[in-house]
């Protein structure tokens, strides 16, 4: 008896497993093999230790918090049924991991193979140990998607991509519709905890959302599991390695919707149409899958159909919904999944050791494997349901139970037929399988030399086959207890009495197991040798679910292009335009709804100068949108008056910090545009020459202009209409209160950067940073148009002028230019750099902070560029942007995780006053390390941007340069600022 | 007051939109730099508006009614460093996109008509 936790460690290993196998080297085969199965032995063990505490329906719950809040748990429920299936998915894995090895060719990249597999079987086990139906759709969709990296392992193939994508799509389709019929449940439940939906059965069954919750498990139920009409994946899925096959189609996968079937059939089933639904659905899959696997040529083509066939069997039992039913569906689980197993692993010899699966190539391969063979005809009998085996007890539970009377209906009376015609069909092809393959004239043309494979290669199925017989001869002694128990805490008090024993004496099912045997052999020999030249399956063979597929994914591929082409369009004008119009959609609704009105405040005088002020800004504003075209400068200049009606507001407004910055940014982006101006290329004003603008041209802009119009007639009323209306009371309140109690300093609006709110600040100089350092690579490559190449008129004229004056160099002119501006500027440097300091010092008691300070230091920096030239500034000051930014970003992030030293949560702030001679006692907070972070991020990334922009002016052309100099070499030498 | 600065404010964006529907990729930098003073000062304005009461608190018993709301402010700041940012790069890629197609159109071609 172990603890309840140890469920999280049986979850986690195949995951951990898988993690390290995807890093070992490519060719380590045996070393991720011994890792697989050291990791999956490792599991079985634990969870074999936690048989003895499973009986009489008892369960082992582990629940681990992850959001209590929103009632979101790991929850883990072990159960005798769930014991039983982790056992079958730890044991075969075990299994399938030693087959694989020998299977898979050194060539291939083994360890990722192993990765996936183990994942794989992770996923699995998370669906059976899951004690909540979301995880339970959760897990479900990792086997989804781990199946699809499976089949697809050999994605140089393209059936294996194709067979992998189809896979995808059906079983993820599936498990869409599993999870919204999970929340119906959980909805009519009140809960998704997997024990309390199963007490409340009665109450789902009876509510009117039943049969839509049901429709939509069992679609997910039915693609899992290959059940008619989604069952056309599985074929295909054949693409995969035959260890995959013989896991994934066995034990695993497809068990997958069964497990689910099996587990919500004491809630879900009882009912009307579940019987109609789940045994329609599962009588069509065992016949159709029977049927299509006599005509199948391909060896793991015959087992697939025959998977799908078991499948439709089990469903069928379930959908009979009596107890005796269920049981037998257990039951035949876990047979199918032994037989199964072995059955491909046999024909993955076969395939492996002769090089074809084609039957109608392979023959009398017994005298060339003996021992292969051996097994293969004892699985196979256990298929085809031969007495002593154990498919011969199940398929005796299923034949009596098809005997039954379950619901009155005509399918009572054809049941009993249908069922001993599905096991002629089975003993059919599993003779055919047989016989085929390993019996008759020795093979010729194959396309290598048959011999037997190696021992360790066997072993697996030897185990299996060993399984099967002991299971079929002593089944009360093997078998017996791990299916009570499993019964028992699925049906609990409704466990009926049933025997296991291998001799019931003369009885009905015993006659249709005998007209089964009879009847396959009787028609192999009859239509045996005609099999061999069928192309397809007759009636069954019309069912193109392949391209039925095909048609309905090219179909809504279509109608997705279509609808594309509709509705999108790749000018930035319109989806502007579209995405301005679908603002005015959102604000016009309410508006129209509930109308419009200006609030009950008292409105504030109108102050004259402030009036003018936005008369000012307001023609600048237009104006600059008139002329944005072709005065751009003007234009420039136009929106830097609205800026600075913009700041002078902002200090009206009592928000000085918002002032002084808006001031600064002002500044820089004057430069960084004018920089910018350059590089744009000259606008003819007469666009379209002679005629006049088009008419639909001035249809456009009229349009633009009444979207303007309206746009910024609705944000002026907006704005109004909440600047009328009293403050609703919010955070700000706790703020100015705490702000020199909790964060030392007075400047609030500085506290709740640094203090409160540093995180958003952390996150918000990151971004910063990662722009600066884009800018900076998009400009190390930049290309200017061929046209913007030459040098501008300007300096050509200057030039011209230096060179035709006596005793003047070239750039003589410029260099007396603004002498006096140019001097001042200089002059000015350190002020401006102890004005910066000053207002990062002050900034937590009063305006300024990081930003402000930052800002201005590089505008100092701007300033002496621009008075001495970038040659002449970075002859002397080598300023280091990239630098200042990972400084600042590391000396922010330190100080808010220093914090984790003293046992507070990241970025707590600590103020306490330090006392400096003369001065006296100084406020010093660990915010301000912080705002010295930011203040070195502002620097670098400001300093680094117009940087990079400017020495785009100084780089020589391309063209003009003598020697070809390598690209990258030539935009790396240039670009370092 | 409220009235001027809303229409300040409604102004700005409409200046603003026009020259975001712009072909031209200068038109649209400075349009977004005409959009960016008009949302600051709408989320200012949505703190109320108040002359004279910066958030410059007091060391002792703060009455949070003497002072302007903060909390605008601080958004608002960030906003204005960040636009600087968001307009450097649009800039950028503005140039180099011209660079790589020869045209300054905000598709990279100039329109069929």
Redesign the interface.
């Known amino acids: 008896m172990l603890e309840a936790r140890y469920l999280l460690i049986i979850l986690a290993l195949p995951f951990l497993g898988s993690f390290v196998s995807a890093f070992l080297p490519t060719r380590a085969r045996t070393l991720a093999a011994a890792l697989s199965g050291g990791v999956t032995l490792a599991a079985a063990g634990l969870l074999v230790r936690f048989y003895s505490a499973l009986g009489d329906g008892a369960a082992v719950r582990h629940t681990a918090p992850w959001l209590p809040s929103l009632g979101l748990d790991l929850s883990l429920r072990l159960n005798g049924f769930s014991w039983l299936f982790s056992l079958l998915i730890l044991g075969i894995g075990a299994l399938v991991v030693l087959y694989a090895r020998y299977y898979m060719s050194a060539e291939d990249p083994v360890p990722r193979f192993f990765s996936f597999l183990l994942a794989f079987m992770g996923s699995m086990l998370g669906l059976v140990l899951s004690g909540n139906l979301v995880q339970i759709a959760f897990f479900w969709e990792l086997t989804s998607l781990f199946s699809f990296l499976l089949i697809g392992y050999w994605h140089h193939n393209q059936s294996a991509r194709d067979g992998a994508r189809m896979a995808l799509i059906i079983t993820a389709s599936g498990g869409v519709c599993l999870l919204i019929g999970f929340l119906l449940i959980g909805h009519i439940a009140g809960s998704y905890d997997v024990d309390r939906v199963l007490a409340a059965g009665a109450a789902i069954r009876a509510d009117p959302l039943y049969l839509p919750a049901l429709i939509l498990v069992l679609i997910g139920a039915f693609t899992k599991s290959a059940q008619f009409p989604f069952h056309f994946w599985l074929p295909h899925a054949m693409a995969a390695p035959t260890p995959v096959s013989a896991y994934l189609h066995s034990a695993t996968m497809v068990k997958a919707g069964i497990y689910v079937l099996i587990l919500l059939w004491p809630a879900l089933s009882g009912t009307e149409s579940w019987y109609l639904i789940v045994s329609t659905a599962g009588l069509a899959t065992l016949l159709i899958g029977a049927w299509a696997a006599i005509f199948q040529q391909d060896l793991k083509g015959l087992l697939a159909y025959s998977t799908i066939s078991h499948l439709g069997l089990i469903t069928l039992l379930l959908g009979l919904g009596s107890p005796l039913a269920a049981v037998a569906a257990i039951f035949h689980t876990v047979n199918h999944a032994t037989f199964k197993a072995s059955l491909f692993m046999a024909a993955g010899i076969i395939d492996h050791e002769t090089g074809t699966r084609d039957l109608r190539k392979l023959s009398g391969l017994a005298r060339f494997m003996p021992i292969t063979a051996t097994l293969a005809m004892v699985a196979a009998a256990a298929m085809a349901g031969v007495p002593l085996l154990n498919g011969f007890l199940s398929k005796e539970m299923f034949l009596a139970e098809a005997l039954e009377a379950h619901s009155g209906t005509v399918l009572d009376r054809i049941l009993p037929v249908l069922a001993t015609v599905a096991s002629t069909f089975s003993v059919l092809y599993s003779l055919r399988f047989i016989h085929q393959a390993f019996f008759g004239p020795p093979p010729v043309g194959l396309p290598r030399e048959p011999h037997e494979a190696p021992h360790w290669m066997r072993l697996p199925i030897e185990i299996l086959v060993l399984l099967c017989l002991l299971v079929g001869i002593i089944p009360a002694l093997t078998i017996g207890p791990l299916l009570a128990t499993a019964v028992s805490s699925v049906l609990g008090e409704r466990t009926p009495a049933y025997s296991l024993a291998i001799w019931h004496g003369f009885n009905l099912p015993l006659l249709m197991s005998a007209i089964a045997l009879v009847g396959g052999v009787l028609l192999y020999l009859i239509f045996g040798d005609r099999l061999n030249a069928m192309k397809s399956s007759p009636v069954i063979g019309r069912l193109k679910g392949r391209r039925t597929f095909e048609l309905v994914l090219s179909a809504i591929i279509d109608g997705a292009r279509g609808l594309r082409r509709l509705v999108g369009t790749?000018?930035?004008?319109v989806q502007?335009?579209l995405l301005?119009l679908t603002t005015f959609l959102a604000a016009g609704l309410p508006l129209a709804r509930l109308g419009y009105a200006a609030g009950p405040?008292a409105?504030?005088?109108?102050?004259p100068v402030?009036?003018i002020l936005?008369i000012v800004?307001?023609v600048s504003?237009?104006t600059?949108?008139w002329q944005?075209?072709y005065h751009?400068l003007a234009?420039?200049v136009m929106?830097g008056v609205?800026?600075l009606?913009?700041c002078i507001?902002?200090i009206?407004?009592?928000?000085?910090?918002?002032g002084l910055?808006?001031l600064l940014?002002e500044t820089?982006?004057l430069v960084?545009?004018l920089l910018?101006?350059r590089?744009?290329?000259q606008?003819r004003p007469d666009f379209w020459p002679g005629s006049g603008t088009?008419l639909?041209?001035r249809y456009r802009r009229g349009a633009?202009?009444l979207?303007?119009?309206v746009?910024?007639?609705g944000?002026?009323?907006?704005?109004?209409a909440?600047?009328?209306r009293?403050?609703p009371e919010?955070?700000?309140?706790y703020?100015?209160?705490q702000?020199?109690p909790g964060g030392g300093g007075?400047?609030?609006?500085n506290v709740?950067?640094v203090d409160f709110?540093g995180f958003?600040?952390l996150g918000?100089i990151t971004?910063?940073s990662i722009?600066?350092l884009?800018?900076f690579t998009?400009?190390r490559?930049?290309?200017?148009?061929?046209e913007s190449v030459e040098m501008p008129e300007q300096q050509r004229t200057q030039n011209a002028f230096d060179d035709a004056r006596e005793g003047s160099k070239r750039g003589d002119t410029a260099r007396h230019y603004l002498l006096v501006p140019r001097v001042t500027m200089e002059w000015l440097f350190p002020v401006v750099l102890t004005l910066a300091l000053y207002l990062l010092v002050r900034g937590h008691?009063?305006?300024g902070g990081g930003?402000a300070a930052g800002?201005t230091a590089s505008i100092g920096i701007i300033l002496l560029y621009m008075a001495n030239g970038t040659k002449a500034v970075e002859a002397r000051l080598h300023v280091q942007p990239v630098r200042w930014i990972s400084a600042g970003l590391l000396c922010a992030t330190a100080t808010g995780g220093a914090a984790w030293f003293f046992g507070y949560p990241f970025l707590s702030s600590h103020f306490s006053y330090l006392d400096v001679p003369l001065i006296g006692p100084v406020p010093i907070a660990s915010a301000l390390l912080f705002d010295i972070g930011v203040f070195a991020v502002?620097v670098g990334?400001?300093v680094l941007?117009l940087i990079a922009?400017a020495h785009q002016s100084i780089r020589t052309p391309r063209a003009s340069r003598s020697g070809e100099l390598d690209a990258s070499e030539a935009a790396a030498s240039e670009g370092e600022g | 007051?409220?009235?001027?600065?809303?229409?300040?404010?409604?102004?700005?964006?409409?200046?603003?939109?026009?020259?975001?529907?712009?072909?031209?990729?200068?038109?649209v930098?400075?349009?977004l730099?005409?959009l960016s003073?008009?949302v600051?000062?709408?989320i200012?304005?949505?703190?109320?508006?108040?002359?004279?009461?910066?958030?410059?608190?007091?060391?002792?018993a703060?009455d949070?009614a003497q002072?302007?709301?903060?909390?605008p402010?601080?958004l608002?700041?960030?906003a204005?460093?960040?636009?600087?940012?968001?307009?450097?790069?649009l800039?950028?890629?503005l140039?180099?996109s011209?660079?790589?197609t020869?045209?300054?159109h905000?598709?990279g071609e100039e329109d069929d008509?």
């Not at chain 1, 919010?730 to 309140?733: A, L, N, P």
């Not at chain 1, 007075?746 to 609006?749: A, E, G, Q, R, S």
């Open positions: 790749r000018r930035q004008q502007l335009r301005v405040s409105r504030t005088l109108i102050d402030f009036a936005w800004g307001a504003a237009i600059a949108a944005a075209k751009r234009a420039l929106v609205a800026g009606s913009t507001s902002f009206w407004l009592s928000a000085p910090d918002l910055t808006q940014v820089v982006t960084l545009l910018g101006l590089w744009l290329p606008r088009p639909s041209v633009d202009l979207i303007a119009l746009g910024g007639a944000v002026a009323a907006f704005a109004y909440i600047m009328t009293p403050a919010g955070i700000s309140r703020f100015m209160e702000a020199y007075t400047n609030v609006v709740i950067l709110r958003d600040t918000e971004v910063l722009v600066a884009t800018v998009l400009l490559r930049f290309r200017p148009a061929a008691d009063l305006p930003f800002l502002v990334t400001t941007i922009l | 007051m409220e009235a001027v600065l809303a229409l300040a404010i409604g102004t700005l964006t409409a200046s603003g939109l026009w020259l975001l529907f712009r072909p031209r990729t200068f038109q930098v400075l349009g730099c005409l003073y008009a600051n000062l709408f200012v304005a949505a703190g109320r508006l108040r002359t004279d009461a910066p958030p410059i608190v007091g060391k002792v703060v949070p002072y302007v709301d903060p909390v402010q601080a608002v700041l960030t204005i460093v960040i636009s600087f940012a968001t307009t450097a790069l800039l950028v890629v140039l180099a011209r660079g790589l020869g045209t300054d905000v598709d008509q």
